[in-house]
């Protein structure tokens, strides 16, 4: 599966809006947006024709790229969303942000998604007990992640604790930061998921 190595702030600045792709870097000054507010490009200063179909695709684009996820991977997403009972638009989000990657974000344990994947990746976090690698992973209510014994002398981990007062944890977390430990209290709502996304425009896309 391909996978994206070029620089993350060029993806912020194709979509106009910060999507906190780097960490604590953007938060500062030398985030690309507060210095280069237009897409990349020599046509990036250009004038360009908006369309319903481009409003859709920059809307699936930003939402794919704040969670670092591949378009195969996103279709699947998609299509587990569409199969339940439901409004489509809230069950991707809410999908999105149960995985296991976002969870260890969002619990402070990493300072963006892209390192909490590879903190998951790396066997660093245990699942109600076990290990578990795979940053797909759904947690459900209830479930209790905890960063392994071994792993919490590691710096980037300590250094995104220290981090996360700065951005704060959603309520249906909850965080023992002595004890490296992240419990989820239940799955969230839609007012709970704070995202700059339109999802009904990515239904409609996904809908043509």
């Not at 620089?7 to 600045?13: E, G, I, Q």
């Not at 990349?40 to 409003?55: C, F």
């Not at 591949?70 to 997403?77: H, I, K, T």
Request: aromatic share 6%.
């Amino acid at each position: 599966m391909a996978k994206y190595k070029g620089p993350v702030c060029r993806l912020c600045r194709r979509e106009g809006e910060k999507l906190f792709l780097k960490g604590t870097r953007c938060m500062t000054e030398k985030c690309a947006i507060e210095r280069r507010s237009y897409p990349p490009g020599q046509h990036g200063q250009g004038r360009h024709r908006a369309s319903e179909y481009s409003a859709q695709l920059r809307e699936k684009q930003k939402l794919r790229r704040i969670y670092g996820l591949q378009e195969r991977q996103f279709r699947g997403v998609f299509g587990r969303a569409e199969r339940r009972t439901g409004i489509t638009g809230e069950h991707l989000l809410k999908l999105l942000e149960c995985r296991l990657d976002n969870v260890v974000y969002r619990l402070g344990f990493a300072s963006s998604r892209k390192e909490a994947r590879q903190i998951v990746n790396h066997g660093h976090l245990l699942v109600n007990g076990r290990k578990t690698d795979i940053p797909s992973y759904t947690v459900k209510a209830g479930d209790v992640v905890e960063v392994r014994p071994r792993s919490r002398e590691i710096l980037s981990i300590q250094s995104a604790l220290e981090a996360v007062e700065g951005r704060g944890i959603p309520a249906w977390l909850e965080r023992d930061q002595a004890a490296f430990t992240g419990t989820v209290r239940g799955i969230p709502t839609k007012e709970e998921i704070v995202l700059p996304v339109n999802e009904q425009l990515i239904v409609e896309l996904y809908s043509r």
